[in-house]
Antibody, heavy 119, light 110 residues
Framework: EVQLVQSGAEVKKPGESLKISCKGS????????IGWVRQMPGKGLEWMGI????????RYSPSFQGQVTISGDKSISTAYLQRSSLKASDTAMYYC????????????WGQGTLVTVSS | QSVLTQPPSVSAAPGQKVTISCSGS????????VSWYQQLPGTAPKLLIF???KRPSGIPDRFSGSKSGTSATLGITGLQTGDEADYYC???????????FGGGTKLTVL
């Protein structure tokens, strides 16, 4: 069974850094792109970027280029999303999801990681 | 402002049919496949339709997708109260070199 399990909820102060994880299982982790999606409170889905775990090839949406860092460790089947200098506006649910074999859709999703940034 | 345009909300009675539209451009829907996602309250999104009109295993045939030009449509027949959710279209945008989503449509089953 394909599963993506994300790290737990985070509460951070403005200016702090964040690193959340997404561990895949039940499939060949290195052979599928992993994407990150942001959902701000009460808002829609936003595509942040993707990583190919086998060679760490990473592509960012222009809206998030330079704002976040996507990385991976294929030895432990895990992808990461990092953000430094957090702001209150970074408060959101962050999802990881696997791109299907065609690379055209997000076929399996993690449960989401809620990040709250508040002083 | 989302790259793809969806109506904010639609509603229909149980047992009825509803359609949700998704409008884009030649850089996204016009030249790429469309997928649809269902997000039930408090849960992660789930893939509903891929490659414009294909259903993953386990998705009932009450759900259908179509695409024409730079627009796509999700259809749901035999509406059930359990279908109340937010629905998102998604595709690749060749100009942005990134995936894009619609703003989402809230379905209410009256």
């Amino acid at each position: 069974e394909v599963q993506l399990v994300q790290s737990g909820a985070e509460v951070k102060k403005p200016g702090e850094s964040l690193k959340i994880s997404c561990k895949g299982s039940g499939y060949s982790f290195t052979n599928y792109w992993i994407g990150w999606v942001r959902q701000m409170p009460g808002k829609g889905l936003e595509w942040m970027g993707i990583i190919y775990p086998d060679d760490s090839d990473t592509r960012y949406s222009p809206s998030f280029q330079g704002q976040v860092t996507i990385s991976g460790d294929k030895s432990i089947s895990t992808a990461y999303l990092q953000r430094s200098s957090l702001k209150a506006s970074d408060t959101a649910m962050y999802y990881c999801a696997r791109l299907g074999s065609s690379g055209r859709d997000l076929d399996y999703w993690g449960q989401g990681t809620l990040v709250t940034v508040s002083s | 402002q989302s790259v793809l345009t969806q109506p904010p909300s639609v509603s229909a009675a149980p047992g009825q049919k509803v359609t949700i539209s998704c409008s884009g451009s030649s850089s996204n829907i016009g030249n790429n496949y469309v997928s649809w996602y269902q997000q039930l309250p408090g849960t992660a999104p789930k893939l509903l339709i891929f490659d414009n009109n294909k259903r993953p295993s386990g998705i009932p045939d009450r759900f259908s997708g179509s695409k024409s030009g730079t627009s796509a449509t999700l259809g749901i027949t035999g509406l059930q109260t359990g279908d109340e959710a937010d629905y998102y279209c998604g595709t690749w945008d060749s100009s942005l070199s990134a995936g894009v989503f619609g703003g989402g449509t809230k379905l209410t089953v009256l």
